[in-house]
């Protein structure tokens, strides 16, 4: 089992940024990949997102890409978010998963990830 806890999400004006923290619990953090996936009002979950459990490959949407970067510390069993330059359209619940077995572009399938966070809210203001 692995327990994921999102926090930093907050109220930003269009143009600044964020970091986004998911703290893992439970066992092994090392060996699972990590995603982030976000979802705005009266929209599906969307991928973001998404790390491989050494760090060492990154995956991200093209909607996001150049200006959000993800990272991991395994050492801390906590994966990051950093979201610079954002805009209104990132205005949305920014959930954290966890996935061991997927690796490469499936994991930007919402259906490969076993262990889900609550979600942390995220307001871009124009």
């Known amino acids: 089992q692995v327990q994921l806890v999102e926090s930093g999400g907050g109220l930003v004006q269009a143009g600044g940024s964020l970091r986004l923290s998911c703290a893992a619990s439970?066992?092994?953090?090392?060996?699972?990949?990590m995603g982030w996936f976000r979802q705005a009002p009266g929209k599906e979950r969307e991928f973001v997102v998404a790390?491989?459990?050494?760090?060492?490959?990154?995956y991200y949407a093209d909607s996001v890409k150049g200006r959000f970067t993800i990272s991991r510390d395994n050492a801390k069993n906590t994966v990051y978010l950093q979201m610079n330059s954002l805009k209104p359209e990132a205005t949305a619940v920014y959930y954290c998963?966890?996935?061991?077995?997927?690796?490469?572009?499936?994991?930007?399938?919402?259906?490969?990830?076993?262990?889900w966070g609550q979600g942390t809210q995220v307001t871009v203001s124009s």
């Open positions: 790390i491989s459990w050494s760090g060492g490959s990154t």
């Open positions: 998963s966890a996935e061991k077995d997927r690796t490469g572009w499936a994991l930007a399938q919402e259906g490969a990830y076993d262990y």
């Open positions: 439970g066992r092994a953090f090392s060996s699972y990949a």
